[in-house]
């Protein structure tokens, strides 16, 4: 597939001639995913969902989709999200400069890791989205991965940020606030295999944010760990993000990430959790009993995996966010976990 380049470096453009159209949207159910998995969720539906809920406003739904997922080679996957992102991007007025300036680094000719350019959109009601942009560290191969990174927070003005990365086994997104938001972030996401919930309390790096007895008592109400161990949570890692609003290099954002569906019996012990995390912080669980009974209709007890990750966010100015990703099981339901 051959490309030319129009507009600022590094963004790459399908000739108009040579458009390939994917229609994700059409293909049947009943058929399996296609060819190449995604790496979003657990039955490979490249969509997800998500509610963020906090004591000061109503619930926020965001969803994340890979737009390219399974059409082609991973070169013409990652051309076609980055079509695919600007062209929405152009219909709601969004600009798109903060990730034009990085295009390059994140979306090579042969790019490599599981995936090159997730979309995300916050719904708002009557109004235009706001959008974000999740890229893959690891696209140059996964021993380039935190050059590439450093790479990128020097073209976007952190150079502070770059000096101090958080700490983490893995570096696993870096995604951008595009467009209109009151305080575009750039966000760096972080893994952390086999975390004890005593050693929860170093992760955060954000001045004035959760301390650590508050991320310890997030993570054992999350995964299920009783007060009395300290075990090592050696399945899905818990990932965090800290995320940044300015050039100082200090972040004014942190979220701790906990993959619920491995530390769990049911998808009823999950939402039991979350609404202990919920009353914790001051919210109405209503909104996410209600979200889960328009997902599905089987009981909760007969699969894992239809909350996949609760997080506890951190904002300057805002109050605590727990926030519950929704898979919508198009592929598959998971089994209960067998202990």
Not at 161 to 178: I, K, R, V
Request: glycine share 10%; proline share 11%.
């Amino acid at each position: 597939m051959r490309t030319r380049r129009t507009g600022p470096p590094g963004v790459r453009r399908l000739h108009p001639g040579r458009q390939r159209r994917p229609r994700a949207g059409r293909r049947p159910l009943p058929r399996p995913p296609p060819g190449t998995p995604s790496f979003l969720s657990d039955d490979h539906t490249p969509v997800e969902f998500s509610l963020s809920f906090s004591a000061d406003r109503a619930p926020t739904l965001r969803v994340l989709f890979e737009p390219a997922s399974g059409f082609g080679t991973p070169a013409e996957s990652s051309r076609l999200a980055l079509r695919a992102l600007h062209g929405l991007a152009g219909h709601w007025g969004i600009s798109t400069e903060q990730l034009d300036t990085v295009t390059d680094l994140f979306l090579p000719d042969e790019p490599q890791g599981a995936f090159s350019l997730w979309i995300a959109l916050e719904l708002l009601p009557g109004g235009t989205p706001r959008m974000k942009a999740y890229l893959n560290p690891a696209a140059n191969g996964a021993a380039h991965a935190e050059r590439t990174v450093r790479a990128a927070l020097r073209r976007l003005g952190h150079h502070h940020a770059d000096s101090d990365l958080p700490e983490g086994d893995q570096l696993l997104f870096l995604a951008l606030d595009l467009g209109d938001w009151p305080e575009p972030r750039l966000k760096i996401y972080t893994t952390h295999h086999g975390l004890t919930p005593a050693a929860t309390g170093t992760l955060g790096r954000m001045p004035g944010g959760p301390g650590p007895a508050e991320l310890e008592s997030f993570l054992r109400t999350a995964a299920g760990i009783t007060p009395d161990t300290n075990p090592r949570l050696t399945l899905r890692p818990v990932q965090t993000c800290h995320g940044y609003t300015d050039t100082t290099g200090v972040p004014s954002a942190f979220t701790a990430y906990v993959p619920v569906r491995d530390y769990a019996r049911h998808d009823g012990e999950v939402l039991d959790r979350a609404v202990v995390l919920l009353d914790r912080y001051g919210i109405d669980p209503t909104g996410l009993r209600n979200a889960l009974g328009a997902l599905t209709p089987r009981p909760l007890e007969d699969g894992v995996g239809l909350i996949s990750y609760l997080a506890l966010a951190h904002q300057h100015g805002r109050a605590p966010r727990i926030t519950a990703y929704l898979s919508s099981e198009a592929y598959r339901v998971r089994p209960p976990n067998v202990r």
